[in-house]
């Protein structure tokens, strides 16, 4: 590890620990009022779920969706702009001096045939952006964040004395394409609306029992790009391979020696992940085709990491074509996804602190590291903006603990049968968010 890395990592754990050590006698739990109102609140939230999980809708098409999250919010009496990036909505209450803190939650869904079983499941069907006709679902949870939007919007919204400052909500369109963001900005969303100093995402997540607030500082989630490759052969008889250039051989070649640049060019402490997830080419047997085209997604966390590994592959790809003796080099298209996500250690630290005083130390874990992506990232990016992203444990604990002990992996987000232990996740999502929100924004005395 180099020394840069090692400074980071002891920084996070320094920070947090002195937030658990000290915070404790100093973080109010959440107060009263608000469980009390929580409680009540419920029912019309966990319909307000049905009603977003039954009803799903693909990324920059959430119209319905949209129109929901606006109403809600003009109710609460937010200032209120939709048609941001697209189907974004950006939601103001401005109440005295202080701080901007922008707390936002995706609302598309994916193209997924839902297999709950659930009685709301989604039966929704539409065309994508290739006219296709395609399932769509909620299996990854936006459903669960959209709620625990509004309910922590409510919260805050009928109980103004508590805090002091501007809160921004913002409903983002098209994050599973991990576009939706970069819209919203493109749109204005820092420069038309209040520039936050603080934004917060929640996500739920398989890996921990239902409630469990899972954080980690520093980098977070990975970066993603996606890189398509055409293999150039010259086609010819299957029977007479001599007389050809076969690029399927070639794009099979390629595929092992893209491991390499993981495990062999690459610092194991340095995670790296190249996925070959599509390769097409040829269409029947005796004949070898002209070309192949592989499609790749790579993930990584530091950006010198991702700029070497895009440039290996490149290397890799040519050298494979050179040593076929292709006819001409290969065709490498890449298109860069979203950065990693950085959760900022100081600003963590006060929320570990903030949320073990609302829900309680036991349901409070730090997590690992994820090479999955989120756009996220992009606003914590921008000059000014310190940002976290935080994830809830979704699934029921007894579940949980019999597959861990069966050794039988339980479905997970973008699953066909993904479905949160809802009350539990939603109760506690909400009373993290509204700690945090409550922390950062509690009036000066």
Same mark, same amino acid.
């Given at each position: 590890?180099?020394?840069?890395?090692?400074?980071?990592?002891?920084?996070?754990?320094?920070?947090?620990?002195?937030?658990?050590?000290?915070?404790?006698?100093?973080?109010?739990?959440?107060?009263?009022?608000?469980?009390?109102?929580?409680?009540?609140?419920?029912?019309?939230?966990?319909?307000?779920?049905?009603?977003?999980?039954?009803?799903?809708?693909?990324?920059?098409?959430?119209?319905?969706?949209?129109?929901?999250?606006?109403?809600?919010?003009?109710?609460?009496?937010?200032?209120?702009?939709?048609?941001?990036?697209?189907?974004?909505?950006?939601?103001?209450?401005?109440?005295?001096?202080?701080?901007?803190?922008?707390?936002?939650?995706?609302?598309?869904?994916?193209?997924?045939?839902?297999?709950?079983?659930?009685?709301?499941?989604?039966?929704?069907?539409? #065309?994508?952006? +290739?006219?296709?006709?395609?399932?769509?679902?909620? +299996?990854?949870?936006?459903?669960?964040?959209?709620?625990?939007?509004?309910?922590?919007?409510?919260?805050?919204?009928?109980?103004?004395?508590?805090?002091?400052?501007?809160?921004? =909500?913002?409903?983002?369109?098209?994050?599973?394409?991990?576009?939706?963001?970069?819209?919203?900005?493109?749109?204005?969303? @820092?420069?038309? @609306?209040?520039?936050?100093?603080?934004?917060?995402?929640?996500?739920?997540?398989?890996?921990?029992?239902?409630?469990?607030?899972?954080?980690?500082?520093?980098?977070?989630?990975?970066?993603?790009?996606?890189?398509?490759?055409?293999?150039?052969?010259?086609?010819?008889?299957?029977?007479?391979?001599?007389?050809?250039?076969?690029?399927?051989?070639?794009?099979?070649? =390629?595929?092992?020696?893209?491991?390499?640049?993981?495990?062999?060019?690459?610092?194991?402490?340095?995670?790296?992940?190249?996925?070959?997830?599509?390769?097409?080419?040829?269409?029947?047997?005796?004949?070898?085709?002209?070309?192949?085209?592989?499609?790749?997604?790579?993930?990584?966390?530091?950006?010198? /990491?991702?700029?070497?590994?895009?440039?290996?592959? /490149?290397?890799?790809?040519?050298?494979?074509?050179?040593?076929?003796?292709?006819? #001409?080099?290969?065709?490498?298209?890449?298109?860069?996804?979203?950065?990693?996500?950085?959760?900022?250690?100081?600003?963590?630290?006060?929320?570990?602190?903030?949320?073990?005083?609302? /829900?309680?130390?036991?349901?409070?874990?730090?997590?690992?590291?994820?090479?999955?992506?989120?756009?996220?990232?992009?606003?914590?990016?921008?000059?000014?903006?310190?940002?976290?992203?935080?994830?809830?444990?979704?699934?029921?604990?007894?579940?949980?603990?019999?597959? #861990?002990?069966?050794?039988?992996?339980?479905?997970?987000?973008?699953?066909?049968?993904?479905?949160?232990?809802?009350?539990?996740?939603?109760?506690?999502?909400?009373?993290?968010?509204?700690?945090?929100?409550?922390?950062?924004?509690?009036? #000066?005395?």
């Amino acid at each position: 590890m180099k020394p840069s890395h090692i400074l980071r990592h002891t920084l996070r754990h320094t920070l947090v620990a002195a937030a658990l050590a000290g915070g404790a006698a100093h973080a109010a739990s959440l107060p009263a009022p608000f469980a009390a109102q929580l409680n009540a609140d419920y029912p019309k939230l966990e319909t307000f779920y049905q009603d977003l999980h039954a009803n799903p809708e693909l990324g920059f098409n959430e119209k319905q969706t949209a129109a929901k999250l606006a109403e809600r919010a003009k109710a609460l009496g937010f200032e209120v702009t939709t048609g941001v990036g697209g189907t974004g909505v950006v939601a103001i209450l401005r109440n005295g001096p202080g701080p901007t803190v922008m707390l936002r939650t995706e609302m598309d869904a994916l193209p997924v045939l839902e297999k709950t079983g659930l009685p709301f499941a989604s039966k929704v069907t539409t #065309k994508n952006a +290739a006219g296709d006709t395609v399932p769509v679902a909620h +299996a990854c949870g936006h459903d669960l964040h959209m709620s625990a939007w509004y309910g922590t919007a409510k919260l805050m919204a009928e109980n103004r004395k508590a805090w002091s400052g501007t809160l921004m =909500l913002v409903g983002q369109p098209s994050e599973e394409p991990l576009t939706g963001a970069a819209a919203m900005l493109k749109d204005g969303l @820092f420069t038309r @609306f209040p520039k936050p100093d603080y934004a917060l995402s929640m996500h739920d997540d398989a890996s921990m029992a239902s409630g469990t607030i899972m954080w980690h500082a520093g980098p977070f989630r990975a970066s993603a790009d996606t890189v398509t490759i055409t293999m150039f052969g010259q086609g010819g008889h299957g029977a007479v391979p001599h007389e050809t250039r076969d690029p399927v051989v070639m794009a099979s070649r =390629l595929v092992l020696a893209l491991q390499t640049l993981v495990s062999r060019e690459n610092n194991p402490l340095d995670p790296v992940v190249i996925t070959v997830g599509s390769i097409q080419g040829g269409t029947q047997a005796n004949i070898v085709p002209d070309q192949v085209k592989l499609a790749l997604t790579v993930r990584t966390f530091r950006p010198e /990491v991702r700029q070497r590994v895009l440039a290996s592959i /490149v290397r890799e790809a040519k050298g494979e074509a050179m040593a076929a003796g292709a006819p #001409k080099e290969p065709q490498v298209d890449i298109k860069p996804g979203t950065d990693s996500v950085y959760n900022d250690p100081e600003l963590m630290a006060r929320a570990v602190k903030a949320v073990t005083a609302a /829900v309680g130390p036991e349901f409070v874990k730090e997590m690992p590291a994820k090479m999955t992506s989120e756009d996220f990232a992009m606003y914590g990016q921008q000059p000014g903006v310190k940002a976290l992203l935080i994830h809830v444990g979704a699934v029921d604990a007894a579940r949980l603990e019999a597959a #861990k002990k069966a050794g039988q992996p339980l479905p997970g987000t973008h699953s066909p049968q993904w479905a949160p232990d809802l009350k539990p996740t939603l109760t506690n999502t909400i009373k993290a968010e509204t700690a945090i929100l409550l922390d950062l924004m509690a009036p #000066k005395r």
